[in-house]
Structures are given as structure tokens and as C-alpha cells.
């Protein structure tokens, strides 16, 4: 479920409390969570609704000025959904991205990444991202895919599993290497890394 930033920013506010979509399918459910740019979401219910029973207080709860101009947005195929929700949480990665691994969270960290690796179809991948991001931070997905032989959505979709982990940060274009990303890439590549990040 993507989410404009800026109803993100009224969600974590407490100034929208309402979504609106259409869909064949929710990708959503009651009592689910969603992680954002702006921390963790609570889904509080969510009921396909008549759109003939959107009211102009729905649509202001939503972040939209009034009733027509949530109803121009859903025009379009799809069983109705409305959904309530909440901001909750600061994103836990990020504490985690923060926090550098001892000895023996590093080698579980290895060990994770070992298993990755021999699941790949294409074969070992996690290091060679590691140090592609580390390399070139802020330089786009799109470019970084290229230069590792990949489309960007299965390259974004890795880079995702090791955001999971803590050891990449997302940044407005491009990504980075968090504290803890800096401690593993240099225990993967046998180098020993100081408090302050240098070697």
C-alpha cells in the first residue's frame, strides 16, 4: 500500500486518520502493520464501504478537501476499501541501523547472509550489494542495478532484505550504509573497524 509523504506526515500528526483504495484484492488487513518513511502504521480496520457512504467528513479524515475530490482519485476498477489507521511506532530498523554489532551478532549477521546467498538463484549477492552502496551512496537504485547486472525492482527488493537487517538506510535518492552495515561489510572483507568508522 504506497503512500504519499505528505498524508504520511498527517497520519504520524494525528491529522488523517482515514485511507481510501480500490482493489481486486486488499494488500492490507485488520490488526496489520505498515512500515513507512515516517515509522510504523497501525491498520485499524479496514471494510469495504458503498461509495454512495463516503461523506465529506470521511474525505477530510483522509487528508482531501472534500468528498469530490477523494471520489476523482477512485475512479477507477476495484471494490471500494475504506481503512482506518494510526501512526505507532518509529521504524525499528532504524534504532537497529544505529546500533553497531558485537562479535557475536556480526557472525549471526554472516551467517544470515550466508544463508541469502545460497538461496540466490544467481548465486552469492549480499557482500557484492554491500559494497556497491558502501562505494556509492546516494547514487540511484536504477543506476546501482545496472552496474550489478540487475533490474531495479529485484535490486530494490534485495536491498530491502538488507535494510531488514539493519545494514542499509534508505536516503531521498540512494542509499547508505548504517553503523551496523559499516561493522559487517568489514568483517566480511576481514578488516577490522573502529568505534569512529575508521579502518
Known amino acids: ?12 500528526a494525528g491529522r488523517i486518520s482515514l485511507a481510501f483504495r480500490r482493489w ?11 512500515r513507512t518513511a515516517v515509522g510504523v502504521l497501525q491498520i485499524e480496520a479496514l471494510d469495504a464501504v458503498d461509495p454512495a457512504a463516503i ?5 477530510r ?19 471500494l ?8 511506532s518509529e521504524d525499528p530498523r532504524r534504532a537497529l541501523a544505529a546500533t553497531a554489532p558485537d562479535a557475536r551478532e556480526t557472525e549471526a549477521i554472516r551467517e544470515r547472509l550466508n544463508r541469502m546467498d545460497a538461496r540466490s538463484p ?22 546501482l542495478a545496472a552496474q ?5 525492482d529485484p535490486f530494490k527488493t534485495r536491498v530491502r532484505r538488507l535494510k531488514a537487517l539493519g545494514l542499509t538506510e534508505s536516503l531521498g ?12 561489510l568489514a568483517a566480511l572483507e576481514g578488516r577490522a573497524h573502529s568505534k569512529d568508522g575508521q579502518d
Open 24 to 34: 481486486k484484492r486488499p494488500t492490507v488487513r485488520t490488526g496489520g502493520t505498515l
Open 81 to 88: 476499501y475504506r481503512i482506518a489507521l494510526r501512526w505507532a
Open 173 to 184: 535518492t540512494g542509499y547508505r550504509l548504517s553503523p551496523r552495515g559499516q561493522v559487517v
Open 122 to 143: 544467481d548465486g552469492p549477492w549480499t557482500a557484492s550489494a554491500l559494497r556497491l552502496i558502501a562505494a556509492q551512496p546516494e547514487v540511484p537504485a536504477a543506476d
Open 55 to 59: 461523506t465529506d467528513a470521511d474525505a
Open 1 to 12: 500500500m504506497l503512500i504519499r509523504r505528505c498524508v504520511l506526515e498527517g497520519i504520524r
Open 148 to 152: 550489478a547486472g540487475q533490474a531495479r
Open 61 to 79: 479524515a483522509a487528508g482531501y478537501p472534500d468528498r469530490a475530490a477523494l471520489m476523482a482519485e477512485l475512479d477507477r476498477a476495484g471494490t
